[in-house]
């Protein structure tokens, strides 16, 4: 008899531990990997965050058909969605009235990263608000002591002359890098974590990163940068702290210019050494005399069509013709190193005015949170917001913008759960509304609450 009931009962006790392993794949806990991976690997892994992204917004669309997800709609959301379909209907269009809709139809498959926007906004918000702060912070401290780590190797041992980390592209790396160290300073001084010191450490890793990269563009973001996130924190700053934040950034300025002194040296000679071929000698051979020549071709390309443009795929060719009827050379780049410049070529005025639109109305919301709001968590978010807007902005101004991968899965990222940070309402799996926020944060932010659509979870 006793043999029959442990023969009964050993299923049951073999099934303990799949249902342990059950309780902790919870859809929250689930959001806690998924936005680790996501904050981490941008300046480590590279690519890896455009596979994480994509794989978790397709999982994100599962959820969503078998409706146990729901779609949270809120202005701000709203708003940037908006921009963005608007942006990606005018690459479309550009492609069309050029005729290249065949050929470029490949490389507009890229459009679906933005267009998985408001997808991912809507399974992002289910994560507890302070939570998901944190995983931010601590995923880009780890992610700066990584990318130094491969700096490191790549400029001392490997012998490359400009770093580039996971990403593979030097301006690339500086650029993620430079958001997960803005990420880490952000987290010292917003209260967000309590321990200061080892999220400075992190920060200035990344800092040694971002300058073995030699991207000088990416160094003039991280000092707008820094100093935005300074400006918003300027309240945790007392005249205690004050003095002994600016003796560890003095400090932490000393050991940074004695370690990259010569980089920062020769960056800077190798830039005015071009400007000095362009300007006296019309030489558009040296990589700044590249950019003045391609800006040029981009700016004659946009007034043949001005309102259209010429397609994905056209760039390429209207490079190459260009710099062989206007400098006499033979070049090919896909891209004019100026994002707003790119998307006026290939979309029109439509397409520019879109793009810019996006970064217009996520920082215009994220600048109405932080006159609103002393929640710590809000602020956070549109500090995440503003560090994202400052450093694509000026990157672009000499570089891509969007339509790269890495970039493109990165702005996602901080859009998204900068967007929900600031003025996001956290909502259940099921889409029925959390009352850990009230209409009093409303008014505070100026953000109006997610209206959950559909029917209440079944018991």
């Not at 005729?99 to 399974?123: E, K, N, Q, V």
């Not at 807007?389 to 998204?416: N, R």
Request: charged share 15%; proline share 4%.
């Amino acid at each position: 008899m006793n043999d029959l009931r442990t023969a009964h009962e050993l299923p049951r006790q073999a099934l303990i531990p799949f249902a342990t392993l059950r309780r902790r794949f919870t859809p929250a806990n689930i959001n806690i990997c998924f936005s680790a991976a996501c904050f981490f690997s941008p300046p480590v892994l590279g690519s890896v965050v455009s596979f994480v992204f994509h794989g978790g917004a397709l999982w994100s669309v599962v959820l969503l058909a078998a409706k146990r997800r729901r779609f949270n709609f809120d202005r701000p959301m709203l708003g940037i969605t908006a921009a963005i379909y608007i942006y990606c209907a005018a690459m479309v269009l550009g492609s069309i009235a050029g005729g290249m809709l065949r050929a470029d139809l490949p490389l507009l498959l890229s459009l679906a990263t933005l267009l998985f926007f408001p997808i991912s906004y809507s399974t992002w918000s289910i994560t507890d608000k302070l939570t998901l702060a944190r995983i931010a912070v601590r995923a880009s401290a780890a992610a700066c002591a990584g990318a130094l780590v491969l700096a490191i190797i790549q400029y001392y041992w490997i012998g490359m002359l400009r770093a580039e980390g996971g990403a593979g592209n030097p301006i690339v790396f500086a650029t993620v890098t430079c958001l997960a160290a803005m990420m880490c300073l952000a987290g010292a001084l917003s209260g967000i974590e309590k321990d200061r010191m080892p999220l400075i450490a992190a920060a200035l890793a990344g800092v040694l990163a971002i300058l073995y990269s030699g991207s000088r563009l990416v160094w003039v973001a991280l000092l707008v940068a820094a100093v935005a996130v300074l400006l918003v924190n300027r309240n945790k700053l007392t005249r205690g702290n004050m003095r002994r934040s600016l003796t560890i950034a003095v400090a932490s300025g000393l050991l940074t210019v004695a370690i990259t002194f010569p980089i920062i040296v020769d960056r800077t000679a190798v830039l005015f050494k071009d400007w000095d071929a362009l300007v006296t000698k019309g030489d558009h051979s040296t990589p700044l005399g590249l950019r003045v020549g391609l800006w040029d071709v981009g700016v004659n390309a946009f007034r043949e069509t001005p309102f259209l443009g010429h397609g994905v795929s056209a760039s390429r060719a209207l490079i190459r013709q260009g710099f062989k009827d206007r400098f006499g050379m033979d070049q090919g780049f896909n891209h004019f190193h100026n994002g707003f410049l790119t998307a006026l070529v290939e979309a029109g005025l439509m397409g520019a005015l879109a793009l810019a639109a996006v970064f217009a109305i996520a920082a215009c919301h994220a600048a109405r949170v932080l006159r609103r709001s002393a929640d710590p968590s809000e602020r956070f978010g549109a500090t995440m917001v503003t560090v994202a807007v400052i450093t694509y902005l000026i990157g672009g101004l000499g570089g891509i913008l969007v339509g790269h991968d890495i970039l493109d899965s990165t702005l996602m990222v901080f859009l998204v759960s900068g967007t929900y940070l600031a003025c996001g309402e956290t909502v259940s799996p099921t889409g029925k509304s959390s009352h850990c926020q009230s209409a009093d944060h409303n008014h505070r932010t100026g953000c109006p609450g997610i209206i959950a659509v559909g029917p209440p979870e079944s018991p």
